[in-house]
């Protein structure tokens, strides 16, 4: 017999679906991968992180990193470069002391929900607070506590072309909770919506009210990878729990993550890392680092990796209406990351049957019923949608497209034959 937590965590999960998907889909010939996250290998940034690991390991330091344990705290030469540089452009009073690394950032998560979320000891459960729904399939299953979620529900706003946006329903946040923490993903995973600086300061403003930090999940946003194409500014104060990540970047497999909060977070955050692993890796944070100190990162993030993702959603979005009519198919303004999130209000199959429908037929995407975690009431909409990335080929997407047309037709033909 296994403990509670080991039954709690060798259960079934989305994010587990997800990864599994995109792990088989990648030995699987033909399949069509338009479900899990992986980021696009850009051929200018694999140019450059060639021969940038060619140079690392020529002058020694990459292999240094293979052959030794950073920190706990992760590598103090990339915090105190990564410091300089939020300092120098954007004014933030900031040290290395304010930075701690992780192995990824879906790791900083667990332990930055378990830290504010959950049993204490006086008895009380901590909940935190996802403002707007549909949220990142990987949060909803991290709590060594269940249910540490609640979540808000979101108005929509329908918009010119079959689009439509998901915005805060301020008047309605279910605040009453006993609540440790506020997070928002930015932009959205799975929708690719991006909270205006005027939404981010009014959540901040709730959260200083009542005595918890806002975290925010920066996995594809400001500054970097920058994969936002709205007017975002990136945020930071010590009130907020920045969360970021080298995997955006193109570099997903070195799980580096980098959280920048106040001191005596980022001490917890070192004091967990040496207790679940020693440290965290230390191949990611050299290569960061040489690409600051040569004044590369922001500029392959403004001019390479940004227009890259917005081309791919801008034809993406054309293909899908070439096969799909707005009267089957919404899509959300796409404000940033590198997905579209369908919407079909009136299929008469739910998420996860269209899902597997695709999947027989070598398409991968995420049903959106897992992206609803802590949300209180019943909402149909949960089971109405679909989260594609837009990184493959074209004519990989264009495939994948044009079979979920078809599934979709499919669906409504059998409906009324029924």
Known sequence: M?????????????????????????????????????????????????????????????????CNYDGPRGSDELRQTLAAL????????????????????????????????????????????????????????????????????????????????????????????????????RPTNPTGNVLSNEELQRLDQIARERGIPLLIDNAYGVPFPGVTFTDAKPIWNDNIVLCMSLSKLGLPGVRCGIVVARPEITDAISNMNAIVS??????????????????????LCNDVIRPFYRERATQTLATLRRYLSEEHCLVHKPEGAFFLWLWFPHLPIDDQELYRRLKQRGVLMVPGNHFFPGLQQPWDHTRQCLRMNTVPEPAKIEHGLMVLAEEVKRAHQESGAA
């Open 86 to 185: 939020f300092r120098a452009e954007w004014g933030w009073d900031i040290g290395a002391e304010h930075i701690a690394l992780t192995n990824g950032s879906q790791s900083a998560f667990f332990y930055l929900f378990n830290m504010f979320g959950g049993r204490c000891e006086d008895g009380r459960k901590r909940k935190i607070l996802l403002p707007l729904a549909p949220e990142y399939i990987g949060y909803a299953d991290v709590g060594v506590d269940s249910d540490i979620f609640v979540a808000g529900k979101p108005n929509i706003e329908h918009l010119p072309n079959g689009l439509f946006k998901y915005h805060i329903d301020f008047s309605a946040l279910p605040l009453d909770n006993d609540l440790g923490a506020i997070c928002v993903s």
């Open 278 to 299: 020693l440290a965290p890796g230390s191949i990611g944070p050299v290569l960061m680092n040489e690409m600051i100190r040569r004044g590369d990162l922001l500029r």
């Open 2 to 66: 296994i403990s509670a937590f080991g039954q709690k965590f060798t259960q079934h999960s989305g994010i587990a679906q997800l990864m599994d998907d995109l792990n088989d889909g990648l030995r699987t010939p033909g399949a069509i991968m338009l479900g899990g996250g992986n980021p696009a290998q850009i051929p200018e940034m694999t140019r450059y992180y060639r021969q940038l690991c060619e140079t690392s390991l020529a002058d020694g330091r990459l292999l240094n990193a293979i």
